[in-house]
């Protein structure tokens, strides 16, 4: 059982930057693939990024390839997105998650999920 707890988010103008943290509990944390999804309202949720479980990997779609950036830290337990050059699109509740499997993009692939932090960007 993995538990997530994000933080960070909050309220920033287009074209800022904001970094958001993920601390996971349990001794295992390294075992998994760790990954951010975000969902705007009535919009499905959809993947943002990916890092592999030593960190050397990462993956991001196209919609945020440039602009964020994925980290973990194995000994903090902890996995970030830096996020860079904010727009009024990249709004939506921020989720991170943990899986098994590396390059997964879709929300089934992922087995446990953090209970998501507000991120608006006003333009």
């Known amino acids: 059982q993995v538990q997530l707890v994000e933080h960070g988010g909050g309220l920033v103008q287009a074209g800022g930057s904001l970094r958001l943290s993920c601390a996971a509990s349990?001794?295992?944390?390294?075992?998994?693939?760790m990954g951010w999804f975000r969902q705007a309202p009535g919009k499905e949720r959809e993947f943002v990024a990916a890092t592999s479980w030593s960190g050397s990997s990462t993956y991001y779609p196209d919609s945020v390839k440039g602009r964020f950036t994925i980290s973990r830290d194995n000994a903090k337990n902890t996995v970030y997105l830096q996020m860079n050059s904010l727009k009024p699109e990249d709004t939506a509740v921020y989720y991170c998650a943990a899986g098994r499997q590396w390059r997964r993009m879709n929300v089934g692939d992922y087995d446990y999920w953090g209970q998501g932090t507000q991120v608006t960007v006003s333009s």
């Open positions: 349990g001794r295992t944390f390294s075992s998994y693939v």
